[in-house]
């Protein structure tokens, strides 16, 4: 199978093609190349005059994969020059029925016979041997969804190191975490019971292998597609609130997941409500299943 995997430079949008591809490739044998998304003018231009120069010496794609609203036309400027299936993760920029195949949220509720709707975004996370003794806090940052106020995250992290003696924790911040915010942090815990880890110190393999391990994972409510990474992960996971700024569709689909017990807030923890983890997610697994019963040609 042929799979032309357009990326944007997000790690965020190229993690949902990446778990997409790599649960493909555990069901059939798969050929990726990944292609720089060129401007949406380019891509017209080139949809026009039906070339498409950056695929020019690779085989012709049984797929065509992009998430991000950059990917949305070269997706669609490729398929006309070269054939294949467009598969679009996200809400699309575009009308829904230009592409073969949408996969969405189901918090963005879209419909139709060419609609996966999933439980939050794909990623390439799995479960792998958990570590007893350890845990994660994942922590985001301001954004416009939420009322972002460091202390109340810090004094949340703090409350549940104190209650978990036994459990070394490793908090990690994002490229959103205010300035200061690690190093107030790191002051926490002398005692080594919390070490912190910043995203520059890290490359993008890490925190999908620290999920794998972690049997226990907090994230900041704001941080939502670590939220369903962490799920998929296997990781019991709790969730650190920050205040929601309107309701969002992104803040409807966190409020969900914890009316349906996949995620524990911190003020129901608080309460005694025990954090337990729930079958793993696998959606990538499932929609890579749907993919290839929808078109068995691509794997022939």
């Known amino acids: 199978m042929i799979v032309w995997r357009f990326v944007d430079g997000r790690r965020g949008h190229e993690n949902q093609t990446r778990g997409l591809v790599q649960a493909l490739a555990a069901r059939c044998p798969t050929e990726v190349h990944d292609l720089d998304a060129p401007s949406s003018r380019q891509a017209v231009a080139w949809w026009m005059i039906g070339r498409f120069p950056p695929g020019e010496g690779l085989p012709s794609p049984d797929l065509i994969l992009g998430a991000g609203h950059a990917t949305h036309l070269p997706m669609l400027a490729a398929r006309r020059v070269r054939g294949g299936r467009a598969v679009v993760l996200m809400k699309p920029s575009l009308p829904v029925r230009w592409f073969d195949l949408v996969v969405a949220p189901r918090h963005d509720a879209l419909t139709g016979p060419n609609v996966i709707r999933t439980l939050g975004a794909l990623n390439p996370v799995r479960p792998g041997e958990k570590q007893a003794g350890t845990g994660l806090l994942l922590v985001g940052g301001p954004s416009r969804h939420v009322e972002w106020h460091s202390e109340a995250v810090l004094d949340q992290v703090r409350e549940i190191v ?50 794998a391990a972690a049997p226990v994972a907090w994230v900041t409510a704001d941080s939502v597609s670590m939220l369903y990474e962490s799920l998929s992960a296997g990781a019991a996971t709790g969730l650190v609130e920050v205040p929601a700024r309107g309701r969002s569709r992104l803040q409807q689909g966190v409020a969900d997941l914890m009316r349906e017990g996949r995620v524990i807030s911190f003020s129901a923890w608080r309460a005694g409500v025990p954090l337990q983890p729930g079958p793993p997610l696998a959606e990538a697994d499932r929609v890579a299943g749907e993919v290839l019963r929808r078109y068995p040609e691509a794997c022939a």
Request: no cysteine; charged share 20%.
């Open 162 to 211: 104190r209650a978990t003696p036994g459990t070394q924790w490793r908090l990690v911040t994002s490229r959103r975490t205010p300035p200061g915010f690690a190093a107030v942090a790191r002051a926490l815990f002398p005692d080594g019971r919390l070490e912190v880890v910043e995203p520059h110190a890290v490359d993008a393999d890490w925190l999908p292998a620290a999920l």
